[in-house]
Structures are given as structure tokens and as C-alpha cells.
């Protein structure tokens, strides 16, 4: 794995969130996308090399809906960018990672990208994701 691409910290409301985080780090939001198959809506702010995404549920089947409301807000999941991310899915599976789709998924911020569930990773969920290159 390359590096931490950016950390998912969930949030009730995406807008009050955003304001706040924009005073916190001195830089505004540069994109914001929802995720429908997903049920997220997010937002991306870039300080330095990183990144931090705060992630809102749009609906209650959303698992942020579920996160929010068993573990309040809060850091949701690291995320590390990875150059091929199906070796690296054949690549945690082997080693007994249980992965939470058998397919890298479309992701925001023109990612693809996997979830690793977090009971193998001592509680933190670990998000894997490419850059999706132009064709
Ligand atoms: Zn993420």
C-alpha cells in the first residue's frame, strides 16, 4: 500500500460539518459528492499530501445511519491508496482479510474502491482504493 489517501470521519449533518472543518483546517471543501448506491454523501478537504472525508448518510439504510447510531460521530475509516487494487483484494484475502465486496465498487472522488471489515483489523475499518485512470 502506498499511502494514507484521506480519513472518513462520519457526520450527522454534511453542511454544519463542513463549515466547521473549513474553520478547523484553514481550507475550504473542493468537492462535494453523493453516493447513492452507497446511501453517502461526502465531502473532500486536502491539507498537504492528505485528505479528510466527512461522510453523511442520505437515507437510514446508509451504513452511516448505522455507524452514527451505534457509535455516534466520529473517525469512520482509513483509507490507503493502492496502484492495482484487485492484487491487492487476491492479495488480504489470502491472508484471511475479510473483505466487504467480492468487486472493487465506484467510489467518490473518482475512486475504485473496497472496504476490509473491521473485526480482522482490530476495530478499524480499512478502506483500499485506486485512482480510477482516464481511459
Ligand atoms: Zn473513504
Request: net charge negative.
Given at each position: 500500500?502506498?499511502?494514507?489517501?484521506?480519513?472518513?470521519?462520519?457526520?450527522?449533518?454534511?453542511?454544519?460539518?463542513?463549515?466547521?472543518?473549513?474553520?478547523?483546517?484553514?481550507?475550504?471543501?473542493?468537492?462535494?459528492?453523493?453516493?447513492?448506491?452507497?446511501?453517502?454523501?461526502?465531502?473532500?478537504?486536502?491539507?498537504?499530501?492528505?485528505?479528510?472525508?466527512?461522510?453523511?448518510?442520505?437515507?437510514?439504510?446508509?451504513?452511516?445511519?448505522?455507524?452514527?447510531?451505534?457509535?455516534?460521530?466520529?473517525?469512520?475509516?482509513?483509507?490507503?491508496?493502492?496502484?492495482?487494487?484487485?492484487?491487492?483484494m487476491e492479495?488480504l484475502k489470502g491472508k484471511g482479510f475479510v473483505l466487504l465486496s467480492e468487486?472493487?465498487?465506484?467510489?467518490?472522488?473518482?475512486?475504485?474502491?473496497c472496504f476490509v471489515h473491521p473485526r480482522n483489523t482490530r476495530g478499524v475499518l480499512i478502506?483500499i482504493?485506486?485512482?480510477?485512470?482516464?481511459?
Amino acid at each position: 500500500m502506498k499511502k494514507i489517501e484521506h480519513i472518513g470521519i462520519a457526520v450527522k449533518d454534511l453542511s454544519q460539518a463542513c463549515d466547521l472543518y473549513e474553520q478547523l483546517l484553514g481550507v475550504p471543501c473542493y468537492k462535494k459528492e453523493s453516493v447513492w448506491c452507497e446511501g453517502v454523501e461526502v465531502a473532500f478537504f486536502q491539507t498537504g499530501d492528505n485528505k479528510i472525508e466527512l461522510l453523511s448518510a442520505l437515507n437510514d439504510e446508509s451504513p452511516i445511519s448505522g455507524f452514527l447510531e451505534k457509535r455516534g460521530e466520529g473517525i469512520h475509516h482509513i483509507a490507503f491508496e493502492v496502484e492495482d487494487i484487485f492484487f491487492e483484494m487476491e492479495r488480504l484475502k489470502g491472508k484471511g482479510f475479510v473483505l466487504l465486496s467480492e468487486k472493487p465498487k465506484k467510489g467518490a472522488d473518482n475512486k475504485l474502491i473496497c472496504f476490509v471489515h473491521p473485526r480482522n483489523t482490530r476495530g478499524v475499518l480499512i478502506e483500499i482504493c485506486q485512482e480510477i485512470k482516464p481511459q
